[in-house]
T-cell receptor, first 112, second 114 residues
Framework: DADVTQTPRNRITKTGKRIMLECSQT?????MYWYRQDPGLGLRLIYY???????NKGEISDGYSVSRQAQAKFSLSLESAIPNQTALYFC???????????FGNGTRLTVT | AQSVTQLGSHVSVSEGALVLLRCNYS??????LFWYVQYPNQGLQLLLK??????LVKGINGFEAEFKKSETSFHLTKPSAHMSDAAEYFC????????????FGGGTRLMVKP
């Protein structure tokens, strides 16, 4: 089983709809992140959480919100989806000692 | 603020040829540097990382990278490309006093010709 699991893997939704992307992890890491990937832009940080009570905005948080339901669960919501939120979304975890991230397999979101 | 520039969004090499993927960074503090690889329909996997120990870092699958402070570079190399190396590669930088806040470059897609 994957250490970082994202659901769904693919989602098509319409403009204005609310959508939630979910992430769960079995690595026991406190730190969790949401990134979006766009061609030519690499990955950009949306939100991050260093523990259950800690939520922080990243580089591109406008239009997104998150919820850290437990150490193992970190969900990303789009309150009112718009077409330029069409992208590949990644959840990641890390432990503070290693400095490196562990990624899920991504959710491909299309907003029509 | 930290940033990463990867020169060349697409690189094509022949099987058996040298692979060179370029990465330049900017950072206000001594950086932590990373290379990640992304295979189709998968998440990113760590290839190697530099954390201020040896300047030549060896990673998985025969890849290595050299930290050159004077050039603010962290280029990724592999002596002999294999077909299975075809993937997208991302360079990333983290400032050592900012936890695990990685900033990624735009990525380089490596194509390997038979």
């Amino acid at each position: 089983d994957a250490d970082v699991t994202q659901t769904p893997r693919n989602r098509i939704t319409k403009t204005g709809k609310r959508i939630m992307l979910e992430c769960s992890q079995t690595k026991g890491h406190d730190r969790m992140y949401w990134y979006r990937q766009d061609p030519g832009l690499g990955l950009r940080l949306i939100y991050y959480s260093f523990d259950v009570k800690d939520i922080n905005k990243g580089e591109i948080s406008d239009g997104y919100s998150v919820s850290r339901q437990a150490q193992a669960k970190f969900s990303l919501s789009l309150e009112s989806a718009i077409p330029n939120q069409t992208a590949l979304y990644f959840c990641a975890t890390s432990d503070p000692g290693s400095g490196s991230l562990h990624f899920g397999n991504g959710t491909r979101l299309t907003v029509t | 603020a930290q940033s990463v520039t990867q020169l060349g969004s697409h690189v094509s090499v022949s099987e058996g040829a040298l692979v060179l993927l370029r990465c330049n960074y900017s950072s206000s503090v001594p950086p932590y540097l990373f290379w990640y690889v992304q295979y189709p329909n998968q998440g990113l996997q760590l290839l190697l990382k530099y954390t201020s120990a040896a300047t030549l870092v060896k990673g998985i699958n025969g890849f290595e990278a050299e930290f050159k402070k004077s050039e603010t570079s962290f280029h990724l190399t592999k002596p002999s490309a294999h077909m299975s190396d075809a993937a997208e590669y991302f360079c990333a930088v983290s400032e050592s006093n900012a936890g695990n806040m990685l900033t990624f470059g735009g990525g380089t897609r490596l194509m390997v010709k038979p």
